[in-house]
């Protein structure tokens, strides 16, 4: 399988998240977000974590209209994977991917530390490697993590099984404590937790691991 990771001004977890792809088995290739083509063969598109344009206007929204992100979106109309971890997840919401968008957290702080996750949609390629209502432990980073969307949404996001993760004990305000949602297809996921920082031993817990093993598997069987 080829992965690609877009690289912004900004990012800081590109690496990681190309290292936790390569563990799994995936080809990467770093892509530049001033790119106007992506690599061809491309099964996956990742969107990686830190602060891109220093998080000026909102958190995501200049990465949005980067060249590069034109090809994300065609590729996620041509039925193509995409994942988007953190900032990453905000730029996916900013391109109207995913639905919702990021707002501060609702302490209006920073916050950096491992929490419990709850696996609420188990049947997706990102999450086929746990079982439903399993609680892994996932670290984040983020000060503008607070997933908002309104009541119609929230009820369709819910009917429709894509709410993927959820917090144990919420700790920026999310609505419904979500973590992590899922495009209707279930092949764009964005999460603002880390799971390629916790993809180890060394890391000091691997339950980050399953996500991008299994990922590579279902991917195989597409």
Known sequence: ??????????????????????????D????????????????????????SFGDYLRCGAIAANSPICGELKAHVERGGYALGICNGFQVLT????????????AGLKYICKPIELQV?????????????????????????GNYYVDEAK?????????IAFSYVNNPN???ADIAGVVSRNRRVLGMMPHPERMAEPSHGGTDGKAMFTSLMSQMALA
């Open 120 to 144: 609420e949609a188990a049947g997706t390629a990102y999450t086929s490697g746990y079982e439903a209502g399993q609680v892994i432990t996932v670290p984040i980073a983020h000060h503008d």
């Open 1 to 26: 399988m080829k992965a690609a990771v877009i690289v912004f001004p900004g990012s800081n977890c590109d690496r990681d998240l190309a290292v936790a792809l390569e563990k799994a088995g995936a």
């Open 94 to 105: 900013e391109t109207g991917l995913l639905p919702g968008a990021l707002r501060r957290n």
């Open 28 to 51: 990467v290739e770093m892509v530049w977000h001033k790119d106007t083509a992506l690599p061809k063969g491309i099964d996956l598109v990742a969107v990686p974590g830190g602060f």
């Open 154 to 162: 929230l009820a369709e996001l819910r009917a429709e099984g894509r």
């Open 173 to 175: 305000g999310s609505v």
